[in-house]
């Protein structure tokens, strides 16, 4: 399984764009790139799920260079509400497996 | 929108008790988990259930933990005898999907055992 590498923590304050960036140097052929949000004592949110080149919803978007060894989340003028615990997590998608391997994450800091 | 639930909210046992953490997962998902996350650690994956049986299961999931769909609606996790590390938050999580990564979260149960 590829294993991930991203900052501990990050501060910004509301309103600002935030980038959040993900190593994950061994990714493999079939493996996705996806991201998820947790608030303090709630579980886990799926935002969002790339393969290559860039993704955009209604809540954040990701860019994936060529080589996908690495991967941006962006959030768009941030709130205060956006402090929470970002996951970049890699691994296949429809695969056999379907347990979600998390890393520790990126505290996201959102100041006024 | 539908949402993952989970009953109770906040469970207190003494060591060695059993409990049985409850979670109705989004109707239509044929995919269900558990993943635990101990106080300022990372969530980590339990196991995995599909058309009632055992996908997957970490190593953490040994013989005091199962893992049932008693009915249509409800899946279950019991742990027969509580010792003090398995207070944490559990989350139960489905999917639709075989294999998907977008999995959804109930709010979890936090289990302290004293």
Same mark, same amino acid.
């Given at each position: ?17 935030? #980038? ?6 061994? %990714?493999?052929? #079939?493996?996705? %790139? ?22 955009? #919803? ?39 497996? #379907?347990?979600? %391997? ?11 | ?60 999931? /040994? /013989? ?6 008693? /009915? ?24 639709? /999907? ?17």
């Amino acid at each position: 399984l590829a294993k991930t590498t991203q900052p501990i923590s990050m501060d910004s304050y509301e309103g600002q764009e935030v #980038n959040i960036t993900c190593s994950h140097n061994n %990714i493999a052929t #079939n493996d996705y %790139i996806t991201w998820y949000q947790q608030f303090p004592s709630q579980g886990p949110r799926f935002i969002i799920q790339g393969y290559k080149t860039k993704v955009t #919803n209604e809540v954040a978007s990701l860019f994936i260079p060529a080589d996908r060894k690495s991967s941006t989340l962006s959030l768009p003028r941030v709130s205060l509400s956006d402090t929470a615990v970002y996951y970049c997590l890699v691994g296949d998608d429809g695969g056999a497996t #379907n347990k979600l %391997i998390f890393g520790t994450g990126t505290l996201l800091a959102v100041q006024p | 929108e539908p949402e993952v639930t989970q009953t109770p909210s906040h469970q207190v046992t003494q060591m060695g008790q059993e409990v049985i953490l409850r979670c109705v997962p989004i109707s239509n998902h044929l995919y269900f988990y558990w993943y635990r996350q101990i106080l300022g650690q990372k969530v980590e994956f339990l196991v995995s259930f599909y058309n009632n049986e055992i996908s997957e299961k970490s190593e953490i999931f /040994d /013989d005091q933990f199962s893992v049932e769909r008693p /009915d249509g609606s409800n899946f279950t996790l019991k742990i027969r005898s509580t010792k003090l590390e398995d207070s944490a938050m559990y989350f139960c999580a489905s999917s639709r /999907d075989r294999g998907s990564n977008e999995q959804f979260f109930g709010p979890g149960t936090r289990l302290t055992v004293l």
